[in-house]
């Protein structure tokens, strides 16, 4: 076994990690289960595109994992800045 098969079974791993972070994004009961199953969807994307690029040597795949790390970190920001709870209306204000 060689160095890409090690990194196919850890692309594989990575894969089915995206799965259940998908399947919790959707079945997830609050808003915060949703934003953070997505962000875990995003963080095993960008590791699936790195272990491909090594895998492969090719560097595209490594171009990609780092704008995905950068939307990734976006998103968060955008649910974060909202600020708001699920019980809150859009005009109620914090004290």
């Known amino acids: 076994m060689d160095a890409a098969d090690h990194f196919m079974v850890a692309a594989i791993a990575l894969l089915l ?7 919790r994004a959707w079945f997830g009961p609050r808003a915060i289960d949703h934003i953070m199953a997505a ?3 995003a963080t095993s994307g960008v590791g699936v595109a790195l272990t491909l690029g090594a895998a492969r040597d090719d560097a595209s ?5 780092l704008v995905g790390t950068v939307l990734a970190s976006v998103a968060i920001l955008a649910f974060v800045r909202d600020g708001r709870s699920d019980g809150d209306k859009p005009g109620d204000t914090k004290p």
């Not at 990690?17 to 399947?23: E, I, V």
């Open 39 to 41: 962000q875990l969807v």
């Open 17 to 23: 990690t995206l799965a259940l972070a998908l399947f």
């Open 61 to 65: 795949m490594l171009d990609a994992a």
